[in-house]
Every structure is written in structure tokens, then in C-alpha cells.
């Protein structure tokens, strides 16, 4: 056992709260770890109390977290990183946006298994010291997977990718991006259903939901995870799966989000993949009718051929002083333009990538266009199809837009993709995921709306462009009977409230789930970013 030295007994008096019946250094003690010089005093670590006692505001500077991350650095060597070193500075390279990047937490660590990532969630209890957890990184918002002041539990030393004997699974850590995943699984001609952007992560993706191109054939990535291993806030290390914690956990993870646990290991089931089809074609924007009836089009045709996928994205070019249409096309066999894609090889274009090309190099054409260290927000919405409605948000997409053409960097996207009716029949899989969405109601509209620019000076408006967008043409919908409640969180603003509008119903067991694992609420109160159960990130309007 690990007794931890008498450097940190000097902040032993901190004013941990003990109304709570669980026995954190007990729990530390099973992993080695003696806290006990920590605890002295009478205190115990401990979570719940008073909302001024665990006001991490008021507390005496970040005694909690000198010491849980000065505990880390000496458990696990060269593993935490301190503001003004060299790693430091590294870890917030790691961000996709510079938002996030800006957050300066107490110290990154980067935990090698999950006993140390449990160590890490009891050590939080302990001091009360807050964290966040970083898979990917490519969260758009401030505070969703960094967090300023305390720590930032960044996975990518955990980045296993192990087939299964029979290769029906593959057990992945949440320190990969999809690249790698697919990377490696691609001698054995499998792959796995995630994301379709190189460097994006296994964690935040998987765990809100996940489109793939293959989800016309298999489902959202969330609907593919065969079992999860998961720290609890009790520091539990649990297998979760159809057999196991099926009822709760299970349903919980996919599409709940951070609230539930820290993911150590996704096991994913594989599928057959060799090489597919695929790329962009960009459309001027006098073709915007074509292309919107070619996107009606595909949502209802989609199940006539679920290997094929497909994204229209409305952008902005400088150079050209106008806007664009680009439609991304993908199918999952080495065959090129499939008839499903008719209407969009009829209208005319003005440059076209699509080729026969592996997963993992059609990944890195669509990261090329991603480019991170940018101010970036995402917004989103769902809608039932509709060819006026889709007409009407192109046309407040452009009005929106011309208000702030004069931000300097503007980047602004405007995508579209449909919930098809297959995608949506996986979701009812192994008892049925928790983002309340039905067969019957398919096929849907999907709003991701991604602006980035360059100034935080200019951040208040380009979020209100956005968000006038969303609730224009939510009335617009609303009124027509178009509208749909469900916001999908990988696509989310801070301002918008996810999880409740997954319904009543599984808002309620979601709550339900979080108080049976996390009865104190450390996932929602010490880990404090992204979408927690009740309310949006960021109360208010932009
Ligand atoms: C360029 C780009 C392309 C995208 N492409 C797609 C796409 O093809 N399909 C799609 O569905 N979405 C896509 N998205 C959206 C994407 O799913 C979200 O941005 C998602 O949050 C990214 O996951 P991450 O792990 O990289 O993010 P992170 O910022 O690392 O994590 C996001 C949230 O998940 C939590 N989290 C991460 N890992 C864990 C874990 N192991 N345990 C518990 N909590 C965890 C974090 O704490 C954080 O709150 C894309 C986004 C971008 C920016
Ligand atoms: C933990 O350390 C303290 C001394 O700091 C010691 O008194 C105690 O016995 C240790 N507990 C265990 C379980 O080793
Ligand atoms: C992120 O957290 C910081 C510090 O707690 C806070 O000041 C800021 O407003 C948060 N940002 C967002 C977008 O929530
Ligand atoms: C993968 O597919 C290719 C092309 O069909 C084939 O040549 C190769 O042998 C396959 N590899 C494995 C491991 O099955
Ligand atoms: C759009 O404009 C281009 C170039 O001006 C032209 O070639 C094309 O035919 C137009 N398409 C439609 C649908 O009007
Ligand atoms: C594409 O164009 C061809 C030839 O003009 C036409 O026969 C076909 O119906 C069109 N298909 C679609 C889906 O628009
Ligand atoms: C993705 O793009 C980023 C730059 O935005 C780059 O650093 C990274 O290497 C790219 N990833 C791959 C796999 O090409």
C-alpha cells in the first residue's frame, strides 16, 4: 500500500462534507492507495452536502485539487502535466476548438487503466476537486471535456484496439480516434460503426448517439456497443452489457452521455468491410432546389439500399462571394454512384472527389476539411422531412449568415442528414437505447449547424446567428407540425437542453439510473461540463 507522503497532510483541514454514508478512503484503500492522512480531522471524503459546502467557488484557492493532482503525479509518474510545461502545453493542443482549449484546468492526467481512472474519480470525492474526461476532444463548447482549475482525465494512453477470438468484437480503448480504430481493423477486412471524420473520438461520439456511414446497414455506434466497462463514482470497475446492469446501465450509456460513468473500454461488434465509395460533390447554390428534393428523396428512399449515406452541407465561400452546396456520398461498396444517388449525379456540379477509396482514407479527406484551432460552435435541431421546411431553413441559414459575413475567419456550415428508417429500427436493439426515437415517426431531418471564426470578440454574435437559426426554424416547423422535441447531443450547443428531450419518460429512468449508480451526484456535480440530466451547459441566451 501506497502511504502518501506528509507533504500533503497540510491540507488535511479542508471542509469536507460527511453526511454521506460512503467510505471513500476505504474505497482508495482497495486500489493501494492509504488517503487516510487526508481524511483526518473527522472529515471523510465525501460528495453530498450543503450546495455552500460543495461551492468549489468559494473554497480556499485549489487546495482540494493540489492535492489530488499532486497524489496522481506521484502514483503514476510522468502522467499529470502542470500549467506553463511543455506537456501542458501539448494537452490543450489536443482540442479540436480553440474554446476548449482556452480552459486551463489544475493538471492534465492521463491514466494507462482503469484502476487508475477509478483512483481518479475517488480522489475527486476525496478533496472535492472537479474533473472532466477527454476521449477525442472534439466537443465544440468551453468546459465540455476540459476543465478550469481542476482535472482534466485525458484517455489517450488508453488506446487498445483487440479483436475478440472469434473477431465478432472488438475491444476498444476510449484513448483511439476512429483513424486508428478503423486503421486496425482494416487488415482483417472489419470495421466497427463510428465516426466519419479521422481524429474525432471514441468517447463523446459513442456515448451520444454516433452516425456512421454504415448506419442504414447496422445502426448509430451507440447501438453497436456490445458492453462497456465502466468506473462508477463509487470507483466501481463494471462490465456492462445485455446480461449485466442490462436494465440500467446499459440502456443508460447509449445516448446518456458523461452522467453515468467514466467508459474505460468500448466493445464494439465488428462487421465485414472492405473498400467502399465515396466523397464530396459541390454544387453552386442555384441548384439549391435540386439538391433539397434529391435530399426528400433519399430519406424515404434510404431503405431500398441502407448501404448508402449521405450529408448536404450549405458553406460560404470567400473566394467566391457566394454560398455552396456540398453533398458528401458514401457507399458501403466499391461501387461508384449507385442509383440511389441519381438525383444528385443529375445536377449539375462543379467539382466531385468521389472514388472507390478504404474507410480510414475517406475519414482523412473529411478531416482535411475540419481544420482544428478555430472558435467553433454546434447547434442543433430535428425535424420531420418536409420540402418546405427544408427550403424555408436554407433561406434563414442565408439570412442569418449575411448579418455577421463581416466576422473575420467566418467558417459557416449548415448541414443536413436524415434519420433514416433503418437507423432508426436499431435503436429498439438489445432493449432499446435512451433517445427516446421511434421507427414509426422516421425518417427524420437532422440539423448540425457548425460556424467557426477567429475572435472571441466576435463570439456572442456569431452564437446568436446560430441560435436564431435553430428558433426560427423550429416555429417555422412547430407550426406546420413539422417540429421535433429530440436534440442530439454530439451536435449540441451549450445552451440547448439535451437530455430532457429525449422524453418524459426517459428523461425519468435516466434520472432514476444516475440515482442508483451516483446517489451523491458526482457525475453531475463534480464532473460539471457538457449535458448533464437537468439543463442546458450554459443557462440563458447567448
Ligand atoms: C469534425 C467533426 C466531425 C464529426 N463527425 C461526426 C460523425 O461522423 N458522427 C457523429 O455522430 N458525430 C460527429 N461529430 C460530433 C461528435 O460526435 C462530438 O463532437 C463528440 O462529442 C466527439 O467525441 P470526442 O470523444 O472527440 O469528444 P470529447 O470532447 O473528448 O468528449 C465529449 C464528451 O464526452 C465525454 N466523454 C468522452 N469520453 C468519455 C468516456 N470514455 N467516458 C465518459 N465520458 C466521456 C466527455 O467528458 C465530454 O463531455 C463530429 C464532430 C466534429 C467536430
Ligand atoms: C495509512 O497511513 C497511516 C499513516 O499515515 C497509517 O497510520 C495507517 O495505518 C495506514 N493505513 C493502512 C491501511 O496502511
Ligand atoms: C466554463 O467554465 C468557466 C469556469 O467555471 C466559466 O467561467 C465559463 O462561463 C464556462 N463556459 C461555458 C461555455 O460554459
Ligand atoms: C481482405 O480482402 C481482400 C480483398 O478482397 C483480400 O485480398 C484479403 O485476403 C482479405 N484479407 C483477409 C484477412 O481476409
Ligand atoms: C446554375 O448556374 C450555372 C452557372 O451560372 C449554370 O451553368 C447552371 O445551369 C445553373 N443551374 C440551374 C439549375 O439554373
Ligand atoms: C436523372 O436524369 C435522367 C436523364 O435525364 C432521368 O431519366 C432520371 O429520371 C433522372 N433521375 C433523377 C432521380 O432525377
Ligand atoms: C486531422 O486534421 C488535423 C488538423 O486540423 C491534423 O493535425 C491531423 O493530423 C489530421 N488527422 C489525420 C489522421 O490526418
Known amino acids: 500500500m501506497r502511504v502518501l507522503p506528509a507533504l500533503f497532510i497540510a491540507i488535511a ?48 484557492e485549489h487546495s482540494g485539487c493540489k492535492y489530488a493532482c499532486g497524489t496522481l503525479s506521484l502514483l503514476y509518474h510522468g502522467n499529470t502535466a502542470y500549467p506553463q510545461s511543455p506537456a501542458y502545453h501539448f494537452e490543450e493542443a ?110 463523446g461520439l459513442t456515448l451520444g448517439g454516433g452516425v456512421s ?63 467502399m465509395w465515396g466523397g464530396s460533390r459541390v454544387y453552386l447554390i442555384n441548384e439549391t432546389d435540386a439538391i433539397l428534393n434529391a435530399l426528400v428523396k433519399f430519406a424515404y428512399d434510404a431503405p431500398s ?8 452541407a450549405f458553406a460560404y465561400a470567400e473566394q467566391l462571394g457566394g454560398y455552396l452546396i456540398a453533398a458528401d456520398l458514401e457507399y458501403a461498396k466499391p461501387e461508384a454512384n449507385p442509383p440511389i444517388f441519381d438525383a444528385f449525379q443529375n445536377a449539375s456540379y462543379i467539382s466531385d472527389t468521389t472514388k472507390v477509396v478504404s474507410l480510414p482514407d475517406l475519414t482523412v479527406e473529411f478531416n482535411s476539411s475540419n481544420p482544428s484551432g478555430l472558435r467553433e460552435t454546434y447547434w442543433t435541431a430535428t425535424y420531420k422531412v418536409d ?53 414509426e415517426e422516421g425518417p427524420l431531418l437532422l440539423l448540425d449547424i457548425a460556424f467557426w471564426w477567429n475572435d472571441a470578440a466576435d463570439d456572442e454574435r456569431v452564437l ?32 440547448q437542453n439535451v437530455v430532457p428531450s429525449y422524453g418524459a419518460a426517459n428523461h425519468a429512468k435516466l434520472v432514476e439510473v444516475a440515482r442508483k449508480y451516483d446517489p451523491s451526484g458526482v457525475f453531475q456535480r463534480l464532473q460539471p461540463g457538457y449535458f448533464k440530466l437537468d439543463g442546458a451547459p450554459t443557462e440563458g441566451s447567448p
Open 464 to 495: 446568436q446567428a446560430c441560435k436564431n437559426m435553430v428558433d426560427n426554424t423550429l416555429a417555422y416547423a412547430a407550426e406546420r407540425g413539422l417540429a421535433k422535441e429530440y436534440l442530439y447531443m454530439n451536435y449540441a450547443s451549450q445552451y
Open 13 to 60: 483541514a479542508l471542509p469536507i462534507s460527511s453526511c454521506e454514508d460512503f467510505d471513500t478512503v476505504a474505497a482508495l484503500s482497495k486500489y493501494g492507495v492509504n488517503a487516510s492522512n487526508f481524511a483526518t480531522g473527522g472529515s471523510r471524503g465525501s460528495v453530498a452536502g450543503s450546495p455552500a459546502e460543495n461551492d468549489l467557488a468559494t473554497r480556499d
Open 94 to 203: 489536443g482540442y479540436w476548438s480553440a474554446v476548449q482549449a482556452e480552459v486551463e484546468p489544475y493538471c492534465f492526467f492521463e491514466p494507462e487503466d482503469s484502476v487508475a481512472v477509478a483512483v481518479t474519480v475517488l480522489l475527486s470525492r476525496l478533496t472535492q476537486c472537479p474533473f472532466a474526461v477527454k476521449s477525442g476532444g472534439h466537443a465544440a463548447f468551453a468546459n465540455a471535456s476540459n476543465i478550469e482549475g481542476g482535472i482534466t482525465v485525458n484517455m489517450a494512453k488508453m488506446n487498445e484496439v483487440e479483436l475478440s477470438e472469434d473477431a465478432s468484437v472488438a475491444k476498444i480503448g476510449p484513448g483511439n480516434t476512429w483513424y486508428g480504430v478503423y486503421t486496425a481493423l482494416e487488415d482483417r477486412n472489419l470495421t466497427v460503426i463510428g465516426g466519419r471524420v479521422a481524429d474525432i473520438g471514441i468517447g
Open 305 to 312: 439500399d441502407p448501404g448508402a449515406a449521405l450529408i448536404v
Open 213 to 275: 456511414f454504415f448506419s442504414g446497414l447496422y445502426g448509430w455506434a451507440c447501438d453497436n456497443v456490445k458492453n462497456y466497462q465502466v468506473v462508477t463514482a463509487q470507483g466501481a470497475i463494471l462490465d456492462v452489457n445485455y446480461d449485466s446492469h442490462f436494465d440500467d446501465l446499459y440502456y443508460a450509456l447509449r445516448g446518456g452521455g458523461n452522467n453515468f460513468g467514466i467508459v474505460t473500454r468500448f466493445d464494439l461488434y465488428t462487421y465485414p468491410q472492405g473498400m
Open 387 to 439: 420540402l418546405d421546411l427544408l427550403q424555408y431553413m436554407v433561406a434563414e441559414y442565408q439570412t442569418q449568415t449575411n448579418n455577421i459575413l463581416d466576422v473575420a475567419g467566418l467558417g459557416p456550415s449548415f448541414v443536413l442528414q436524415t434519420i433514416t428508417a433503418d437507423e432508426l429500427k436499431y435503436m429498439t436493439r438489445n432493449g432499446g437505447n435512451a433517445l427516446g426515437l421511434s421507427e
